[in-house]
């Protein structure tokens, strides 16, 4: 199995080769991918450096997978060339979620529905990742009708040079400016672009791809994404309305039976997701599960999850894993 990760040096993809490890994922051939300011350079992969190549070096290696986290436009640029070629290509990228001849997977919700000539399919955003996992199998249960989430997300979701920032910053040093404000003792209501509609793109995402997952147009979603000088994960808290009545204890019984997902939730003994204990984890943790005294039929919910991992990496390696585990794989 010759395997390209493309972005090999970026945080994502240094996850990747971790998660690839933990899954003992069948790795013959590793061709590590990356821009050409970074080619001869090495990472370790179980144990052993690994060159870092360019693109047309590992496309013309013909690898039967490649797991892309190197930006939207390197994936627009590379990814058809990489499935003309018979490549599978799983892009961490925004460039491919919304187009509607490729599919947007979490495993544990959609995975049934890829098939062999799925060439080109796409991770979701990290946030939309953890929210629609939390409530999958709510949803299922009960419909879903509207959901209003506030995000808490981590400068890993921005990049290397956004944890030199906020560090830099916390050291009292200089360091080159990845946001328009300081961000260590900040909160930033400010994730990507700003668009014409007053949302940023990152809101939006939520709003397109939950429904693009759950194959649903009819859930009405809002999002404000905010950026928190913190590193282990994103957090969100959710509020979540559905069509039918539910008891908290079937909600907790639906939580607990979702792969994937690890309820933490006990107030009395101060025990709550947060991001600082996600830090690595492949695990979504959700609590403060509560019925809304405001509204009939409607829940909220604190999810937790490490972006870099569920978020990123895990659910792409996961696709990897799906893929290889149903024989929809080339050989």
Request: hydrophobic share 45%; aromatic share 6%; proline share 5%.
């Amino acid at each position: 199995m010759k395997v390209a990760v493309v972005g090999a040096t970026g945080l994502v993809g240094e996850e990747i080769l971790k998660v690839l490890e933990e899954f003992t994922f069948p790795v013959s051939t590793l061709l590590p991918v990356a821009s050409a300011a970074s080619v001869g350079k090495e990472v370790t992969f179980r144990g052993t450096p690994q060159r870092v190549i360019g693109m047309e070096e590992a496309l013309a290696a013909r690898p039967h997978l490649a797991i892309f986290s190197a930006g939207g436009q390197t994936s627009l640029d590379w990814a058809p060339r990489f499935a003309e070629a018979g490549t599978t290509v799983i892009d961490n990228s925004s460039a491919w979620r919304m187009h509607p001849d490729h599919k947007l997977i979490v495993p544990e919700i959609n995975g049934a529905s890829l098939v062999q000539e799925d060439k080109i399919i796409a991770n979701p955003n990290c946030s939309t990742i953890q929210m629609v996992l939390a409530l999958s199998k709510l949803h299922a249960s009960f419909g879903l009708k509207r959901i209003v989430v506030a995000t808490y997300q981590s400068v890993t979701g921005t990049g290397k040079a956004a944890v030199d920032q906020l560090l830099a910053e916390r050291a009292g040093r200089e360091a080159p400016k990845v946001y328009p404000h300081p961000i260590d003792l900040n909160v930033l209501p400010h994730i990507d672009v700003f668009l014409d509609n007053g949302y940023t793109r990152e809101e939006m995402k939520m709003v397109q791809e939950t429904k693009k997952i759950f194959n649903d147009d009819g859930i009405g979603v809002t999002a404000t994404a905010v950026r928190l000088p913190v590193m282990g994960g994103h957090a969100e808290a959710i509020n979540a309305e559905f069509a039918r009545a539910f008891t908290l204890d079937e909600v907790y019984e639906l939580l607990r039976d979702t792969p994937g997902l690890e309820v933490v939730d006990n107030p009395a003994a101060n025990e709550y997701p947060m991001p600082l204990y996600a830090r690595g984890s492949n695990q979504v943790f959700v609590g403060r599960v509560r019925l809304d005294e405001s509204r009939p039929n409607t829940l909220n919910l604190w999810v937790v999850a490490d972006n870099l991992r569920k978020g990123a990496a895990t659910n792409a390696v996961q696709i990897a894993r799906y893929l290889l585990d149903h024989n929809l794989l080339h050989e």
